[in-house]
C-alpha cells in the first residue's frame, strides 16, 4: 500500500465532504449569528434545493443551471418565510417561538416535498465533463469531488470576501453585534435579515445540489446533514463563519479517518471530538461565551 | 294429574329447546350475513416518511392494487380494508401504531412492516393484542428462531440468509476467491453479512474481511477505499434503500466495479430506475424478481403495469405473496382471529408469483425459491431489468428448522 497516496486519497474524500458540510453549517451559523434563531428547518432546505436541482437538470439538461436556479428559488423561499412568519416574532424575544416554527417548516417542506416530487428517489447525473476519476498514488479519486472541494473552497472565499470587504457585509457585522444601533443610524436592519436568512437558505440549497450526484435528492436527506452541521456550529463557536469552515473541515476528517480506523466509534467520534473542544473552550474554538 | 303436569312441562321444555336449537344452529349463519357487511381491516403499520418511505410507498401500492383486485368479493366474501400508520421506521413508534390498530381500530390482523427492529419490537406484544403478523419484508433471520419466534408471527418472504445462501451457492462456481462483505449496522444488514460468511465459507471461498456502516450512512469514500485496499475480488453488500443507492452511486463514481464484482442481497427495481444504463451488470440475489414467468406472476405484473404503468419492484411482489398467503389462510381458518389463523397458516402450500411456497409448521418459515438476477438491457421496458439466470429449490434455500444455518453445504 503507498501511504502517502493512502493519507491524500483519504485527505481529499475529507476535503470534499467538508465542503458539503460547509454549505449547510455556514448557513446555519449566519443565521444565528446574527438573528440568533437555531433554524431546524435548514435541513429541509437543503433538501428541497436537491429537489429543485433535479428539476432544472430535468426541464434545462444542465446541471450548471441547477447550481444558480435550485439556490435562487430556496433564497425566496427563506426570505419570504423570515418576512411572513420570523419577522413577527422578533418582538417575543423567545427562542422556543422560533424552535417551534422552524421546526414546523420543517415538517411542511418534507411533506411539501413528497407531495410534489413523490417518495421515490432522484438521481441528478454529474455533467459529462465532471465524469470520470483522477489517481492519487493508485487511489482513484472522483473528479467530482474535486470539484465540490474547488466550489467549497470558492463559496468560502466569496462569504469572507463579502463579509470583510464590503459595505453589506460590515452590515451584517454590526447587526449581529449591536442591531439597535445600526438600527438607529438609519439603516433597515428587517432587510439585513431577510437577506442573511435568504442568503443562508441558498448556501443550504446549493450544498443540496451539489450533494445530489452522491446520494440522491430522496426525503429524508437532510435529517442527517443538520445533525452534523450543528455538532460542527457548535465546535466552530456559534455565529462565528470562521469556525463553521474549521469545524466543518475537522469533522468531516474525523468522520473519514474514523471510520477508516475506529469503524465501531464511527458514529461517537465525531461526537467525542465535540464534547473535547466543548471542555476546553465552551463557547467552541471561536466563539463566544453567553 | 301428575303425568299430565309432567306433560305439558315436558313440552313447555321441548318447545324452549327446540326454538334454542334453531337459534343456535341459525345464528353462525345470521352472523356471518350480518358480519359479510363489515370489511376485513388489515392494519397496515409501515414507513410513510423518513429513510425507509419508499419501501413504505411500494407496500401501499401493492395494498391498493390488492383491494381492487379483490373488489367487493373479498376474503369469505367480506371486503378488505387497510389501514396505513406512519411508522417513520422506528421501533417504538411502530408498536405505538400497531396498539392502536388493535385497541382503537379493532384491527388484529397486521402486514406491512418494512424494518426487522420493528418486527422484534411489536412480536413479543401479539399475544396480548390476540394480533396475527404476517411479515413480507422483514429480513433478519433470528425472527424465525427459538429466540425470537412468537407463535402468532410468520414470515411469506425470503430472509437475510436465504438471500445470502442463494448468492453463496451461485458463487461456488464463480471465478472470484476472495470475498469482502459490506452490510448496515443494524439486524438485518448484520444478519446478512453473517449468512453470507457462513456460506461462501461453506463453499470453500474466503472471506477476507467485513465491514459494517452506521445506519443512515451517506458519504462512502471511506469504505470504498476499504473495499479497494483489501484485495478482495468480490464484493457482498447487505444495503438497501437510500444506503444501497448513495453506496452505488459514489462506487461508480470511484469506478469500483473495475477493481472488484458487487454482488448484492437485494436488487432492486428502484435502484436500477436510478443508475439507469450505470446499473446494467449489476448481479445479486433477488426477494422478487417480475420476469419470473408463471401464471400467478403474470397476473399480478400485468395488472401492476396496468394500474401504475411501471414494473414493480421486490417489495411489490413480496407484499402481494403475503397477502395472498394470508387469505388462502383466512378461506381455510374461515376465521380472523389470530388463534385459528395460527394452525391453519402452518403447513399451508400456496402457488404464489414466486413459485410454489410453503409456510413451515416448525419456525413459520415460508419456504421460498432463490432467484440470482442479472441487470440486462430491456428492448421491452424503458428501464434495464433483472433477468433470472439461476433459480435455486426452496428447499436448498430455507435455513434449518428454528436456525439461521444449513446442514447441507449445498
Not at chain 2, 380472523?336 to 413459520?364: F, T
Amino acid at each position: 500500500m503507498n501511504v502517502a497516496g493512502f493519507l491524500a486519497a483519504q485527505s481529499l474524500n475529507a476535503l470534499s465532504q467538508g465542503a458539503i458540510l460547509f454549505f449547510i453549517a455556514c448557513g446555519l451559523t449566519l443565521i444565528f449569528g446574527i438573528m440568533r434563531i437555531i433554524n431546524f428547518a435548514h435541513g429541509g432546505l437543503f433538501m428541497l434545493g436537491a429537489y429543485v436541482g433535479y428539476s432544472t437538470v430535468a426541464w434545462t439538461g444542465s446541471f450548471w443551471a441547477s447550481l444558480l436556479f435550485a439556490p435562487l428559488v430556496v433564497g425566496v423561499v427563506g426570505g419570504i418565510f423570515e418576512k411572513v412568519l420570523l419577522a413577527r416574532l422578533y418582538a417575543r424575544q423567545d427562542s422556543g417561538a422560533y424552535l417551534m416554527v422552524t421546526f414546523g417548516l420543517a415538517i411542511i417542506l418534507a411533506e411539501t416535498i413528497r407531495l410534489i416530487w413523490g417518495p421515490q428517489p432522484l438521481s441528478v447525473p454529474i455533467p459529462d465533463r465532471l465524469r470520470g476519476i483522477v489517481l492519487i498514488g493508485n487511489q482513484p479519486f472522483p473528479i467530482y469531488r474535486l470539484f465540490l472541494i474547488g466550489m467549497g473552497s470558492a463559496a468560502a472565499l466569496l462569504t469572507w470576501q463579502f463579509l470583510e470587504r464590503t459595505r453589506a457585509g460590515l452590515l451584517v457585522r454590526a447587526v449581529a453585534q449591536n442591531a439597535e444601533m445600526v438600527h438607529a443610524l438609519g439603516t433597515d436592519v428587517s432587510a439585513v435579515r431577510t437577506g442573511v436568512f435568504a442568503l443562508g437558505c441558498a448556501m443550504a440549497a446549493l450544498g443540496g445540489v451539489l450533494s445530489a450526484p452522491l446520494l440522491t435528492a430522496f426525503l429524508g436527506m437532510g435529517t442527517n446533514v443538520i445533525i452534523d452541521a450543528f455538532v460542527i456550529v457548535i465546535i466552530g463557536g456559534m455565529g462565528s463563519f470562521l469556525g463553521s469552515i474549521i469545524g466543518s473541515v475537522l469533522v468531516a476528517f474525523v468522520q473519514v479517518f474514523g471510520s477508516y480506523y475506529f469503524e465501531d466509534l464511527a458514529l461517537a467520534m465525531m461526537y467525542l471530538l465535540m464534547l473535547a473542544i466543548l471542555i476546553v473552550r465552551p463557547g467552541g474554538m471561536l466563539g463566544k461565551e453567553e | 294429574m301428575k303425568e299430565s303436569t309432567q306433560t305439558r312441562l315436558s313440552r313447555r321444555t321441548l318447545v324452549r329447546a327446540a326454538s334454542a336449537a334453531t337459534a343456535m344452529l341459525a345464528s353462525p349463519k345470521l352472523l356471518r350475513i350480518a358480519a359479510a357487511a363489515t370489511p376485513i381491516k388489515i392494519g397496515i403499520p409501515t414507513v410513510i416518511t423518513g429513510g425507509y418511505a419508499v419501501l413504505g410507498s411500494h407496500v401501499m401500492r401493492t395494498c391498493k392494487l390488492v383491494e381492487k383486485m379483490m373488489g367487493a368479493k373479498g376474503v369469505l366474501g367480506r371486503p378488505i380494508e387497510f389501514l396505513y400508520r406512519d411508522t417513520q421506521g422506528n421501533a417504538a413508534d411502530c408498536v405505538r401504531k400497531s396498539q392502536e390498530l388493535v385497541e382503537r381500530d379493532d384491527c388484529r390482523l397486521i402486514a406491512g412492516v418494512v424494518v426487522s427492529s420493528e418486527a422484534r419490537a411489536i412480536m413479543p406484544k401479539l399475544a396480548e393484542w390476540k394480533a396475527f403478523f404476517i411479515s413480507h419484508g422483514c429480513g433478519d433471520g433470528l425472527l424465525t428462531t427459538k429466540e425470537f419466534l412468537v407463535p402468532n408471527f410468520f414470515r411469506a418472504n425470503t430472509s437475510a440468509p436465504m438471500g445470502a445462501r442463494t448468492l453463496a451457492l451461485y458463487l461456488k462456481d464463480a471465478p472470484e476467491q476472495n470475498f469482502i462483505a459490506l452490510g448496515s449496522d443494524y439486524a438485518w444488514g448484520r444478519s446478512s453479512v453473517g449468512a453470507f460468511e457462513e456460506q461462501i465459507k461453506a463453499v470453500g471461498k474466503n472471506l477476507v474481511d467485513k465491514v459494517f456502516t452506521p445506519v443512515g450512512n451517506k458519504d462512502y469514500s471511506t469504505y470504498i477505499t476499504k473495499l479497494i485496499q483489501s484485495g478482495a475480488q468480490g464484493c457482498y453488500l447487505a444495503l438497501q434503500g437510500d444506503e444501497a443507492r448513495s453506496f452505488f452511486l459514489q462506487a461508480t463514481q470511484y469506478e469500483l466495479t473495475k477493481r472488484l464484482q458487487l454482488f448484492t442481497e437485494i436488487v432492486a427495481q428502484a435502484d436500477i430506475r436510478t443508475f439507469g444504463k450505470d446499473a446494467i451488470g449489476m448481479l445479486g440475489s433477488s426477494r422478487y424478481a417480475f420476469t419470473y414467468d408463471v401464471p400467478e406472476n403474470k397476473k399480478f405484473t400485468q395488472a401492476f403495469l396496468a394500474e401504475y404503468k411501471e414494473v414493480p419492484d421486490w417489495t411489490d411482489g413480496e407484499m402481494y405473496q403475503a397477502l395472498h398467503i394470508l387469505f388462502a389462510a383466512i378461506e381455510k381458518a374461515d376465521s380472523i382471529e389470530a388463534d385459528k389463523l395460527v394452525p391453519a397458516m402452518e403447513n399451508l402450500e400456496v402457488s404464489s408469483v414466486k413459485g410454489p411456497i410453503l409456510m413451515r409448521q416448525c419456525d413459520h418459515q415460508g419456504e421460498n425459491q432463490g432467484f440470482v438476477v442479472k441487470v440486462a438491457a430491456s428492448s421491452k421496458y424503458p428501464e434495464p431489468i433483472p433477468e433470472i439466470v439461476k433459480i435455486y429449490p426452496r428447499e436448498m434455500i430455507t435455513p434449518d428448522c428454528l436456525s439461521t444455518s444449513y446442514k447441507t453445504t449445498g
